[in-house]
């Protein structure tokens, strides 16, 4: 298996603009997550789905933010309109049966200017 | 509501020492416990997990990890240090129940020097 797949590995973008960034868990991986990492806050949880269905996303930091998970197979993660504050590096993981291990894509590196 | 604290955002040692990397949960419920290793540039790696069985668990690269609920610590080690073991390391804890998530601590950065 490929493992968890990401894209794109960076983007630069103006702020004001939207970013997409978009998630392929692992085939037959029925959980997935959103994590963003900081120097400042470390790993946070975003949000994450069980069975494409969103079951927490009290992580989310704003209403800028927003996941979307319309099959098992995808997953994407929409910040509009970004800020200079929302750069970081954003991962997506995916767990075969929930409340086990994730296992994490290589990650987004987001800079906002 | 679970939570890891990681003592020591940062631990240096000679090559061919001791490892130890602390961490320590808090839980209402037992928990499952789990240690990743992150690289420059890369994602988050699994090292080690405790799934309320051994309570000494082995992992990849010569790391291993006791559970020790009296404690409520959950520390790593490994034997002898290799300039490869250089990483960002971190703790993290989730709930032994469907519709969890894990939460890290906030990592502790082992530099090895030679």
Same mark, same amino acid.
């Given at each position: 298996?490929?493992?968890?797949?990401?894209?794109?590995?960076?983007?630069?973008?103006?702020?004001?603009?939207?970013?997409?960034?978009?998630?392929?868990?692992?085939?037959?991986?029925?959980?997935?997550?959103? @994590?963003?990492?900081?120097?400042?806050?470390?790993?946070?949880?975003?949000? @994450?789905?069980?069975?494409?269905?969103?079951?927490?996303?009290?992580?989310?930091?704003?209403?800028?933010?927003?996941?979307?998970?319309?099959?098992?197979?995808?997953?994407?993660?929409?910040?509009?309109?970004?800020?200079?504050?929302?750069?970081?590096?954003?991962?997506?993981?995916?767990?075969?049966?929930?409340?086990?291990?994730?296992?994490?894509?290589?990650?987004?590196?987001?800079?906002?200017? | 509501?679970?939570?890891?604290?990681?003592?020591?955002?940062?631990?240096?040692?000679?090559?061919?020492?001791?490892?130890?990397?602390?961490?320590?949960?808090?839980?209402?419920?037992?928990?499952?416990?789990?240690?990743?290793?992150?690289?420059?540039?890369?994602?988050?790696?699994?090292?080690?997990?405790?799934?309320?069985?051994?309570?000494?668990?082995?992992? !990849?690269?010569?790391?291993?990890?006791?559970?020790?609920?009296?404690?409520?610590?959950?520390?790593?080690?490994?034997?002898?240090?290799?300039?490869?073991?250089?990483?960002?390391?971190?703790?993290?804890? !989730?709930?032994?129940?469907?519709?969890?998530?894990? !939460?890290?601590?906030?990592?502790?950065?082992?530099?090895?020097?030679?």
């Amino acid at each position: 298996d490929a493992g968890v797949i990401q894209s794109p590995r960076h983007e630069v973008t103006e702020m004001g603009q939207e970013v997409t960034l978009r998630c392929k868990p692992i085939s037959g991986h029925n959980s997935l997550f959103w @994590y963003r990492q900081t120097m400042m806050r470390g790993l946070e949880l975003l949000i @994450y789905f069980n069975n494409n269905v969103p079951i927490d996303d009290s992580g989310m930091p704003e209403d800028r933010f927003s996941a979307k998970m319309p099959n098992a197979s995808f997953s994407t993660l929409k910040i509009q309109p970004s800020e200079p504050r929302d750069s970081a590096v954003y991962f997506c993981a995916s767990s075969p049966v929930s409340g086990t291990e994730a296992f994490f894509g290589q990650g987004t590196r987001l800079t906002v200017v | 509501a679970q939570s890891v604290t990681q003592l020591g955002s940062h631990v240096s040692v000679s090559e061919g020492a001791l490892v130890l990397l602390r961490c320590n949960y808090s839980s209402s419920v037992p928990p499952y416990l789990f240690w990743y290793v992150q690289y420059p540039n890369q994602g988050l790696q699994l090292l080690l997990k405790y799934t309320s069985a051994a309570t000494l668990v082995k992992g !990849i690269n010569g790391f291993e990890a006791e559970f020790k609920k009296s404690e409520t610590s959950f520390h790593l080690t490994k034997p002898s240090a290799h300039m490869s073991d250089a990483a960002e390391y971190f703790c993290a804890v !989730i709930h032994n129940q469907a519709g969890t998530a894990l !939460i890290f601590g906030k990592g502790t950065t082992l530099s090895v020097s030679s």
